[in-house]
Nanobody, 115 residues
């Protein structure tokens, strides 16, 4: 079992920045990747960014150059630095991990970007 707790969401004006954090606890030794997904109202949940144990990162095309995912293994934390935010970035952001035996989701944190 892995527990994920997100923080850092909120309301920001377009062009601003926010930093999301997710702390993992439990069977963290089995984590393969740590990710951020987002889901806007009426839309499917999509991958925003992923960081592998190797440190390799993947990003959705829509956030490349604006968002940065990072991982602090010592604190079991994954963060998402979001810069140059746009109205279309408004969504609930979910922390997600793949482990050897499955996957786990956080409860989600709302990010609202006012235009």
């Amino acid at each position: 079992q892995v527990q994920l707790v997100e923080s850092g969401g909120g309301l920001v004006q377009a062009g601003g920045s926010l930093r999301l954090s997710c702390v993992a606890s439990g069977s963290i030794f089995s984590i393969v990747t740590m990710d951020w997904y987002r889901q806007a109202p009426g839309k499917q949940r999509d991958l925003v960014a992923r960081i592998h144990n190797s440190g390799y990162t993947d990003y959705a095309d829509s956030v490349k150059g604006r968002f940065t995912i990072s991982r602090d293994n010592g604190r079991n934390t994954v963060s998402l630095q979001m810069n140059s935010l746009k109205h279309e970035d408004t969504a609930v952001y979910y922390c997600h991990v793949y482990v050897l035996a499955g996957e786990y989701w956080g409860q989600g944190t709302q990010v609202t970007v006012s235009s």
